[in-house]
């Protein structure tokens, strides 16, 4: 039996109608102490790790290094990253994937955050403890991170449900 080789605009005419799934990139910062970087975003309700939407042809690890820098003015060398976890969220709207990396960050280094004021507008240090005791209204990937979760996570996200104040 021949298989048949497809041109390489068919392929890309069979690429064009699957669904498009966004993906973004975090980085736990966690310091000597065992706490952790959490930003509070301008647009958002939660309190975040450092991250955001992978740029085309941008991998997972770049984004995550590039977005700390941006909203928090943190740099961190690609070396000093390890993998974390994968958020893959689904919604009834979409499905998205959040790779999530984890770095040390030396508590000398706060005094040299400086937050991207377009997009940020506050940031804290917090235990897995004050994470877990619900201090904060804080995103998934920072309670599983307190939680110890790692690897694949699942997250189905009810898009009609509304947060308690």
């Known amino acids: 039996m021949t298989q048949r080789i497809y041109t390489w605009f068919e392929n890309k005419a069979w690429f064009d109608k699957l ?6 990139a975090a980085l736990a910062l966690v310091d000597t102490s065992g706490q952790v970087l959490v930003l509070k975003a301008t ?4 309190w975040t790790f450092p991250g955001g939407i992978i740029d085309p042809g941008e991998t997972p690890l770049q984004a995550a290094i590039r977005e700390a820098s941006e909203e928090s003015g943190v740099q961190v060398a690609r070396e000093d990253l390890s993998f974390l976890m994968i958020l ?8 998205s994937y959040q790779f999530v990396f984890q770095a040390a960050f030396p508590e000398a280094e706060r005094e040299h955050i ?3 004021p377009s997009e940020i507008e506050a940031y804290a ?5 004050q994470i877990l005791s619900g201090d904060r209204f804080y995103a998934a990937s920072v ?8 690897g694949y996570i699942e997250q189905f996200i009810d898009v009609t449900a ?3 104040a």
């Open 43 to 46: 647009y958002k309700e939660h």
């Open 143 to 150: 309670l599983h991170w307190a939680e110890g979760k790692t």
């Open 19 to 24: 669904p498009k799934r966004l993906s973004s």
């Open 114 to 116: 400086v937050l991207q």
């Open 162 to 164: 509304t947060r308690a």
């Open 88 to 95: 893959d969220r689904m919604s009834k709207h979409a499905q």
């Open 125 to 129: 240090f917090v235990s897995k403890a």
